[in-house]
């Protein structure tokens, strides 16, 4: 199961991620959302945990700690067609 993190701080990085999401379980992988351009921090990032219970687990422990002084968002991860489509600005 993929798992959403957000509010990180834009110092995060793959590795503390993955440190912060390792005591719930199996991490396939652990990914902050950088921007092409420049390399920067979206401020979000995924997990991907090869066990839907140990995910669910990294959900209630991780959502609303404070990492770095922000507290984390963090729930399943819903494929991009699941996702409500922002709409641009008309003005």
Do not use: C, W
Not at 48 to 77: H, M, Y
């Amino acid at each position: 199961m993929k798992v959403y993190v957000g509010h990180l701080s834009k110092q995060i990085t793959d590795a503390q991620l993955n440190d912060l999401a390792v005591p719930y379980g199996t991490l396939v992988s652990a990914n902050v959302a950088t921007e092409r351009k420049n390399g920067e921090s979206k401020g979000f990032g995924f997990l991907e945990f090869s066990n839907d219970d140990e995910a669910r687990a990294a959900i209630t422990g991780l959502d609303g700690r404070d990492v770095n002084g922000q507290a984390l968002k963090v729930n399943e991860s819903r494929p991009k067609a699941d996702r409500p489509m922002a709409v641009p600005d008309a003005n």
